[in-house]
């Protein structure tokens, strides 16, 4: 089974409008945390917000936050007041486990965002 | 402050050649990590290391070798290219597990005849 499902390959968004990606995750473990990342087409990996299994409140990050069901294992990317900047393809991630887990991350397939006028 | 530097940024081999990739941080990160980006795949673990001389498994290890001989550098190697490796390259480092994020280079394409 796949750890990480984006099932949404690619979204439209109008510029000023929000949009949510969303990001379901499968795992067994009591302890790990989620990830989303942007890629422009430039290439590069941007590290936007975190969640941990733990916290009690959804992550917000500026125009970012993230929409934490943990019962659905769902922890969906909310972009508020959207920006032509914003198009790129975005990724979430989870690394399962504690310290002694090398903290690696496991990533969906991504979600490709095209934000227009 | 340089972050996660990649080298080199493109390359072209012909099947059965060899290289390495060199990644090298400024950060005083414990964790280091080696991806590949193949098209509708995500990103894919290749190899990691929690620390220096120290080296583990990733997803997809096959075909690839690291060493980690300094803590600031991670050397992802391939001993015989095959055109299957033909990917965008990822290093990324990070402090010790938690809420740290990775920090990512800025890839390198290989592209292998």
């Known amino acids: 089974a796949q750890k990480i499902t984006q099932t949404q390959p690619g979204m439209f968004v109008q510029e000023k409008e929000a949009v949510t990606l969303d990001c379901t995750y499968d795992?067994?473990?009591?302890?790990?945390?989620l990830f989303w990342y942007k890629q422009p087409s430039s290439g590069e990996m941007i590290f936007l917000i975190y969640?941990?299994?733990?916290?009690?409140q959804n992550a917000t990050e500026g125009r970012y936050s993230l929409n934490f069901q943990k019962a659905r294992k769902s922890a969906n990317l909310v972009i508020s007041a959207s920006q032509l900047g914003d198009s790129a393809m975005y990724f979430c991630a989870m690394r399962e486990g504690g310290r002694g887990g090398g903290n690696k991350l496991t990533f969906g397939t991504g979600t490709q965002l095209k934000v227009e006028l | 402050n340089a972050g996660v530097t990649q080298t080199p940024k493109f390359r072209v081999l012909k099947t059965g050649q060899s290289m390495t990739l060199l990644c090298a941080q400024d950060m005083n990160h414990e964790y280091m990590y080696w991806y590949r980006q193949d098209p509708g795949m995500g990103l894919r673990l290749i190899h990691y290391s929690v620390g220096e001389g120290t080296t583990a498994k990733g997803e997809v290890p096959d075909g690839y070798n690291v060493s980690r001989l300094k803590k600031q550098n991670f050397l992802l190697g391939l001993e015989s290219a095959a055109p299957s490796q033909t990917s965008v390259y990822f290093c990324a480092s990070s402090r010790l597990a938690g809420q740290e994020t990775q920090y990512f280079g800025p890839g390198t394409r290989l592209l292998v005849l």
């Open positions: 969640q941990g299994s733990y916290d009690q």
């Open positions: 795992t067994s473990d009591p302890s790990y945390g």
